[in-house]
T-cell receptor
Framework: NAGVTQTPKFQVLKTGQSMTLQCAQDMNHEYMSWYRQDPGMGLRLIHYSVGAGITDQGEVPNGYNVSRSTTEDFPLRLLSAAPSQTSVYFC??????????????FGQGTRLTVV | DAKTTQPPSMDCAEGRAANLPCNHSTISGNEYVYWYRQIHSQGPQYIIHGLKNNETNEMASLIITEDRKSSTLILPHATLRDTAVYYCIVRVVGGGATNKLIFGTGTLLAVQP
């Protein structure tokens, strides 16, 4: 198993550009989520999905879109990049929350700089 | 989900036990306590979880007080590689629950040689 794979690892964008951060998991997990982490801070939840075709907003959803067309993939789209979106982005996956043993697996992060 | 409170930082000597406290005084009956850690800029890593009994695995032990309002994560023999930010998270488990993890700012554990 590859676990949770995020691409790209690094990205520099100009203000106003759009891009998609990719996240894929091969563990057949129902639940996937995106977080951002700013320097010296904890992770903040952007969007999450409890299964294919179902997404919901987290704590800081503005400026981001998601979709979940397959169990494996959960891309995060930045519609019009702003310097405030400079951050490290983490994708996570796990089995559904109805199970107790729902260890979440995280990707290695995408470091995004918006200039 | 209940909020948690952790000290911002702690030091521990290498080879000694590291005891990381967490306060979750508003925890409800169907909420579990989870611990994750994040080693310098990597993705967070699961450590352990529990409901009301003490738990132990190959990484750590989790002690939950009888009233469940606080818990302690114990790393029995800390090494330099245990230097990380440790997050205590309370999460609802059961019908209709998601696996939404809400992170606080955690405790930065610095293991000293």
């Amino acid at each position: 198993n590859a676990g949770v794979t995020q691409t790209p690892k690094f990205q520099v964008l100009k203000t106003g550009q759009s891009m998609t951060l990719q996240c894929a998991q091969d563990m057949n997990h129902e639940y996937m989520s995106w977080y951002r982490q700013d320097p010296g801070m904890g992770l903040r939840l952007i969007h999450y999905s409890v299964g294919a075709g179902i997404t919901d907003q987290g704590e800081v959803p503005n400026g981001y879109n998601v979709s979940r067309s397959t169990t494996e993939d959960f891309p995060l789209r930045l519609l019009s990049a702003a310097p405030s979106q400079t951050s490290v982005y983490f994708c996570a996956s796990s089995y559904s929350g109805t199970r107790v043993n729902t260890e979440a697996f995280f990707g290695q992060g995408t470091r995004l700089t918006v200039v | 989900d209940a909020k948690t409170t952790q000290p911002p930082s702690m030091d521990c000597a290498e080879g000694r036990a590291a005891n990381l406290p967490c306060n979750h005084s508003t925890i409800s009956g169907n909420e579990y306590v989870y611990w994750y850690r994040q080693i310098h800029s990597q993705g967070p890593q699961y450590i352990i979880h529990g409901l009301k009994n003490n738990e132990t695995n190959e990484m750590a032990s989790l002690i939950i007080t009888e009233d469940r309002k606080s818990s302690t994560l114990i790393l029995p023999h800390a090494t330099l590689r245990d230097t990380a930010v440790y997050y205590c998270i309370v999460r609802v488990v059961g019908g209709g629950a998601t696996n939404k993890l809400i992170f606080g700012t955690g405790t930065l554990l610095a293991v000293q040689p």
